[in-house]
């Protein structure tokens, strides 16, 4: 019997492994640009874009963002591209433009107020800190959409999109503790997929 009972859970601790090992084979398969980060299940976050980047002059000196993602926000419609520019000491800066998860070409005026499906955000974080203190009075904007073009579609499963435009945008802290922000000549362009749900 105690023989028996050895079998048994050699057997079961074989399938076990058979079991998970085929599951990482199937997250591996994935390709890179489609890794998912949720959040909720709101958000699709990813580790790498194939072809992405922002580029502005902000307070005179020109950034090219680095760490360049995208995030599809399934509640809101939305995707953001956003980068991070690391060119001060002990402080990271995030900018980030949101467009529609549809395609939407044309000029967009932007506020700290968010009444539509176009926004810029730009916050500064300290140290290794995720709490990041953002641009959030006298806020004023713009998005110019030239390029949103559907390049591709897997039948029934994703749709990859190529977008493309400028960018400005000014405002302060309210409470003082970060300086002024002046955007002027902004670029972005990112290839993003949407998964059909």
């Excluded at 995030?71 to 956003?82: A, F, I, M, P, Q």
């Excluded at 922000?181 to 290839?191: A, E, L, T």
């Amino acid at each position: 019997m105690k023989k028996t009972l050895n079998i048994r859970l050699i057997g079961l601790l074989i399938s076990s492994l058979v079991l998970s090992s085929s599951s990482c084979k199937k997250d591996d398969e994935r390709p890179a640009s489609a890794s998912n980060n949720n959040q909720g299940n709101n958000y699709q976050a990813v580790t790498g874009l194939e072809e992405g980047s922002i580029t502005a002059e902000v307070n005179g000196k020109q950034i090219n963002y680095t760490n360049v993602r995208y995030r599809l926000d399934k509640t809101n419609d939305e995707v953001d591209v956003y980068g991070d520019d690391f060119s001060e000491e002990n402080t990271r800066v995030r900018l980030t433009v949101t467009v529609p998860d549809i395609p939407t070409q044309g000029k967009h005026s932007i506020s700290y107020v968010r009444d539509n499906d176009f926004y810029i955000s730009y916050a500064v974080f300290a140290d290794s800190s995720n709490l990041g203190k953002v641009i959030n009075k006298n806020v004023v904007g713009e998005v110019d959409v030239v390029v949103y073009d559907q390049i591709s579609t897997i039948k029934d499963s994703i749709t990859t999109y190529r977008v493309e435009g400028y960018f400005s945008y000014s405002g302060e802290r309210h409470d003082n503790t970060i300086d002024s922000v002046d955007i002027q000549n902004g670029k972005f362009h990112f290839i993003y997929e949407k998964p059909h749900n």
